[in-house]
């Protein structure tokens, strides 16, 4: 019998969560629109259940520009209203907000670094502690548990998968040397 880590194990019947667990969490990303739906969909998961947000995930690509950093900063009220009337997405004006207002706090980081990957790799490894720190101090609505998700989905972070997973040896083999701690 193959042993799952217990997101899967505890959702055996839901084909979204497994789907997500096989084919995305942890896997390493390396484009900044990818790397930003996560960030904004780990946003919009805070005082929700994942599976609300990985069954609306389409919605917000749609709505969201397929989350293209540069529209999303341009993004004015007519947008914001826009979104908040959205009933495919989740209509919380503290999380709209925090989409826009992080794509343009990513376009600033792309002067010192490129890209929002480039930034994320420039400080990777550190613990859990001070990238939630270095999030707070560059980002909005990113609190610890934002931070370690995301983090951890994008392979930032370890504990994605535990060990005896099948997921786990995929994962790990597609990180980058320096990527694995």
Avoid at 43 to 49: D, E, K, T, Y
Avoid at 87 to 98: M, S, T, W
């Amino acid at each position: 019998m193959i042993t799952y880590c217990d997101y899967c194990n505890s959702r055996p019947e839901d084909a979204f969560n497994k789907s997500y667990h096989d084919t995305q969490y942890g896997f390493p990303l390396t484009d900044d629109s990818l790397l930003f739906e996560r960030l904004i969909l780990e946003i919009n998961q805070a005082g929700l259940s994942w599976i609300t947000i990985l069954k609306k995930a389409d919605n917000f690509r749609s709505a969201y520009g397929q989350f293209d950093v540069d529209i999303i900063a341009s993004y004015g009220e007519s947008d914001r209203s826009r979104l908040l009337s959205d009933a495919g997405i989740i209509r919380n004006r503290l999380k709209v907000n925090a989409a826009i207002e992080n794509a343009r706090r990513i376009q600033g980081l792309r002067s010192e670094c490129d890209s929002f990957k480039n930034w994320l790799d420039t400080h990777h490894p550190q613990t859990l502690e001070n990238w939630t720190k270095l999030f707070k101090r560059t980002f909005i609505f990113t609190g610890s548990e934002i931070v370690k998700e995301f983090l951890m989905s994008t392979g930032y972070l370890p504990g994605a998968h535990t060990s005896d997973c099948p997921i786990f040896g995929i994962v790990l083999a597609k990180r980058p040397a320096w990527h694995v701690r």
